[in-house]
T-cell receptor, first 114, second 115 residues
């Protein structure tokens, strides 16, 4: 079975400071991992994905994430937060070749302080 | 074209009404999904279609009836809904591959209000 845990329900950072959103996963198989962002009353937009190629993945809007198998983690980072980054972020695990499911974490609300 | 298009964007319906949500994609994806999202919660999987056949039904009440008439379209038929069914309904699609895990592309959702 697959699962994903986002360790923080809310994260607040000041504009211009680094962002760290934490995600741990559990999977019996080689997982694919994704980060999605959702702005208020909007659908979900893919930020980046890991599919067993490079462990450091670069995404859109300056975000990146590192897959660490030994720690079963896939934390999302950004060097410098922008006001427009305020949104809900979801870590997602997928093992499509096993059970066709996409499993969401509970989400982390990112607040950007001026 | 990397879009998943959902219509309508907003829907208000009474508890005795029958309505349908529509979802369309032209990326050649053969897996399509319906999710329900309540406020401040992650999306919850409702149904998965793979090659136009229902592969997963997450014990969804029968007042929700999915339909996949072809590889580009996914419908969700609604009948006799309850106020607690009010939510954002998201459609998604992805490739089906037994070798590579691919991302899902999401639509903007239909904001449903049941009165």
């Amino acid at each position: 079975a697959q699962s994903v845990t986002q360790l923080d329900s809310h994260v607040s950072v000041s504009e211009g400071t680094p962002v760290l959103l934490r995600c741990n996963y559990s999977s019996s198989y080689s997982p694919s991992l994704f980060w999605y962002v959702q702005h208020p009353n909007k659908g979900l937009q893919l930020l980046l994905k890991y599919t067993s190629a490079a462990t450091l993945v670069k995404g859109i809007n300056g975000f990146e994430a590192e897959f660490k198998k030994s720690e079963t983690s896939f934390h999302l980072t950004k060097p410098s937060a922008h006001m427009s980054d305020a949104a809900e972020y979801f870590c997602v695990v997928s093992v499509m070749n096993r059970d066709d499911k996409i499993i969401f974490g509970k989400g982390t609300r990112l607040h950007i302080l001026p | 074209d990397t879009e998943v298009t959902q219509t309508p964007k907003h829907l208000v319906m009474g508890m005795t009404n029958k309505k349908s949500l529509k979802c369309e994609q032209h990326m050649g994806h053969r897996a399509m999904y319906w999710y329900k999202q309540k406020a401040k919660k992650p999306p919850e999987l409702m149904f998965v279609y793979s090659y136009e056949k229902l592969s997963i039904n997450e014990s969804v009440p029968s007042r929700f009836s999915p339909e996949c008439p072809n590889s580009s379209l996914l419908n969700l038929h609604l009948h006799a809904l309850q106020p607690e069914d009010s939510a954002l309904y998201l459609c998604a699609s992805s490739q089906v591959s037994r070798q590579v895990n691919t991302e899902a592309f999401f639509g903007q959702g239909t904001r449903l209000t049941v009165v």
